[in-house]
C-alpha cells in the first residue's frame, strides 16, 4: 500500500508512511504518529462529554511515548493523569484540575521507569474503531498503556501526595 518511505514511532513502534522521516522530540514520537494523534484529539475534543475523555487521551499517549527527549514533567503529568483514572476513579475532568495544582508548585520532576512490555494497542487501533466503539478503544487503550507503568505506581502516588485528597471526588466514576 505504500509506496514511500516509512517511519517507526520510537514512543510507540508504530510503523507508518513517511516522506520525511522526521521525529518530534517533544514527544519521542514520529510526526507521522503525531499526526493521527491530531486526528484523534479532534474526535475527543468535540464528545463535549462530561467525563474529558480528551484528558485521558492526551495522558494515554503521552504516556506511551515517554523517552529520554522528553521533557520529565510532561511525563509525570501523564503517568499522574492515568493513575489518577485508572487506581483512583478520577474523571478526566478532575485530572485536568489535578495538573493546574501540580503546574503550580515548582519542582524536579522525577523520571519513571516503565516496564519491559510494549503497551497492547496504539492511537492507530482507536482511529481504526467504528466510532459506537470508539470511547471504548480509548479506554482500552489507556489502560494498556498505564499497565506498563505499574511497577511505578507507588512513586507516581507519592508524587500526588496532597494533590488526591483534596481533589478526590464523592462522585467518582468507573473506567
Ligand atoms: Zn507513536
Redesign the pocket.
Known amino acids: 500500500m505504500t509506496t514511500g518511505h516509512e517511519i517507526e ?6 510503523i507508518l508512511p513517511s516522506d520525511d522521516e522526521v521525529l518530534d522530540p517533544d514527544y519521542n ?2 510526526t507521522a ?2 499526526d ?2 491530531y486526528e484523534l484529539t479532534y474526535y475527543t475534543l468535540a464528545l463535549g462529554d462530561p467525563f474529558f475523555l480528551h484528558q485521558v487521551t492526551v495522558d494515554a499517549y503521552a504516556g ?2 515517554a523517552g529520554p527527549t522528553v521533557k520529565p514533567i510532561s511525563t509525570a503529568f501523564a503517568l499522574a493523569g492515568l493513575y489518577l483514572v485508572f487506581e483512583r476513579g478520577f474523571t478526566g475532568r478532575q485530572v485536568q484540575r489535578v495538573h493546574m495544582e501540580m503546574g503550580r508548585h515548582k519542582r524536579e520532576w522525577p523520571r519513571f521507569q516503565r516496564l519491559n512490555t510494549a503497551a497492547t494497542m ?2 492507530r487501533d482507536v482511529l481504526r474503531a467504528h466510532d459506537s466503539q470508539k470511547t471504548d478503544a480509548i479506554r482500552e487503550w489507556a489502560r494498556s498503556v498505564w499497565g506498563t507503568w505499574k511497577g511505578e505506581e507507588s512513586r507516581i502516588a507519592a508524587l500526588l501526595t496532597g494533590h488526591v485528597t483534596r481533589f478526590r471526588s464523592d462522585h467518582a466514576f468507573e473506567m
Open positions: 514511532c520510537p514512543g510507540c513502534g508504530l514520537a514520529s504518529c503525531r493521527l494523534m506511551q511515548h496504539t492511537v
